[in-house]
């Protein structure tokens, strides 16, 4: 692979001026650059592991789920790996969902 930026079909020296203010010089930077709000969805978190307020991906088995009325209808789903359970609560959802989540 090139390394020069304006070897890439499409780019010209005006991209290749905007890019380089990015800091993006070479191909490879450009392959490497990722969006502002970027989340990495393939490191799975186990649920013992899991803290308040972060953004994470876990991987479970649901062993309870049930739709509840308390002055609104919420689907409730417990799911559990080999290091916890962590409930679920869902406040908009179908009853297709429901019915998924329930197999």
Do not use: C, W
Request: net charge positive; glycine share 8%.
């Amino acid at each position: 692979m090139g390394t020069d930026l304006i070897e890439l079909k499409g780019v010209g020296p005006a991209l290749v001026s905007k890019l380089e203010k990015l800091n993006i010089h070479s191909q490879y930077d450009l392959l490497f650059l990722l969006p502002i709000r970027y989340e990495d969805k393939t490191s799975l978190q186990q649920i013992s592991d899991l803290v308040p307020g972060e953004k994470v991906l876990i991987q479970g088995t649901i062993v309870l789920t049930t739709v509840v009325y308390r002055g609104r209808r919420m689907l409730i789903s417990q799911l559990s790996d080999d290091t916890g359970i962590i409930t679920l609560r869902f406040f908009h959802f179908s009853k297709q969902q429901a019915k998924g989540l329930a197999k």
